[in-house]
């Protein structure tokens, strides 16, 4: 089943859903301010039509395993920023409420992944839930120096790590937490930001998070978008998911790639392309 916001698809056993919780628009010069823009225009020729915004979707994922439903990343929820997220609204439309989810895993604390563990009225939206953290990712979100944020941002995240502390439970990267997931560090998008490994009877899904934000950072993984902290090393990261999902033959799965966000690596003409799934 799919619609505009919600794309089912299966790997191995697992029962896979998509889910888009929100739209995003940056001027395209400012997310990529280092490519020259004659360059840039022609690479994302192929990738949207000529305006001076990019349009990213905001993607969470939703896997049942047939003994969990699992939540990668819960998008913006309430944080009454910029955007409000449509993650919940569209778990119950599947059926789903916010109290069968078994557990959350969350890829960095950015509020565009993390907003959705509260609800309208500040408690947790996913009560019944294990959130699933890479320590590092943990320790970064603690030990942000809230002095050097926007007031506003900072009472948020104050408000949900609030609700993490009740609920987080840190694991340490490379290591099965749950049958067929790992977290692998990609730590040049956040500090403590990570890539989860899903696998299901021989098939393999990487979920890269934000270490590639746009199908054209497949095609030039040495271009940065500005959202990654360290630029250089933002730039391996994306190199070896690369690298990892055409030895699997993965899946790979990005928060912000085009909805629904799951497609293939793919090369072609000695290049390397995004080829999304619905071109599978």
Known sequence: M????RYQF??????????????????IDEVFPSIPAEQLADALADHQPPSGDIVFDSNC?????????????????????????????????????PGDIDMVVLTHGDEDHIGGIAD???????????????????????????????????????????????????????????????????????????????????DHLLHVGDAIGHPVMVTHPEWSWCFDLDSERAVGDRQRLIDMAMAQDALVFGSHLPFPGVGRIVQQDNQLHWQQVESI
């Not at 799919?2 to 916001?5: E, F, I, P, V, W």
């Not at 299966?10 to 001027?27: E, H, N, S, W």
């Not at 913006?76 to 599947?94: K, N």
């Open 120 to 202: 309208a009225s500040g408690k947790p939206a996913f009560p019944n839930a294990r959130c699933i953290m890479w320590e590092t990712g943990w320790d970064a979100l603690l030990s942000t120096d809230w002095r050097r944020v926007p007031d506003e941002v900072a009472a948020l995240k104050s408000r949900l790590v609030g609700i993490l502390k009740g609920q987080t439970e840190t694991v340490e990267a490379d290591t099965e937490f749950s049958p067929g997931l790992r977290l692998i560090p990609a730590t040049g998008h956040k500090p403590g930001h990570a890539a989860v490994s899903v696998s299901s009877a021989g």
């Open 10 to 27: 299966q790997l191995g056993k697992f029962k896979c859903t998509a889910i888009r919780d929100a739209v995003m628009a940056y001027p």
């Open 61 to 97: 994922l939703l896997i049942d395993t047939g003994g969990l439903r699992v939540v990668v990343d819960v998008g913006w929820g309430h944080v009454g920023l910029t955007l409000e997220g449509r993650l919940i609204q569209h778990l119950r439309a599947e059926g789903i409420a």
């Open 2 to 5: 799919s619609t505009d916001s």
